[in-house]
């Protein structure tokens, strides 16, 4: 059974600081890309960052320069720094594990920045 679990969600203020974690099992993690995607009420869900099973990372305009993507391959995991905080990255963000034919979404944790 895949699974995958976020932790590190919560309330920031802007200018702030989150560490988003993401725990795989289930998976051959070193197979998957990883990836963080995001949604905002309202909105559909967008790609934030992205890291490949070669350590090759993309980021959506937005983040560039504030977010970081890594991943820990002994311990099946897949961080997300997000630094310099505004309002607009209030979302529920979720993990994705994406191979060729299989993609695997985590239950989401919530993400408030908000004075």
């Known amino acids: 059974q895949v699974q995958l679990v976020e932790s590190g969600g919560g309330l920031v203020q802007p200018g702030g600081s989150l560490r988003l974690s993401c725990a795989g099992s289930?998976?051959?993690?070193?197979?998957?890309?990883m990836g963080w995607y995001r949604q905002a009420p309202g909105n559909q869900r967008e790609l934030v960052a992205r890291?490949?099973?070669?350590?090759?990372?993309n980021y959506a305009d937005s983040v560039k320069g504030r977010f970081t993507i890594s991943r820990d391959n002994a311990k099946n995991t897949v961080y997300l720094q997000m630094n310099s905080l505004k309002a607009e990255d209030t979302a529920v963000y979720y993990c994705?594990?994406?191979?060729?034919?299989?993609?695997?979404w985590g239950q989401g944790t919530q993400v408030i920045v908000s004075s």
């Open positions: 289930g998976i051959i993690f070193t197979n998957y890309a």
């Open positions: 890291i490949s099973s070669g350590g090759s990372t």
């Open positions: 994705n594990a994406q191979q060729v034919a299989y993609a695997y």
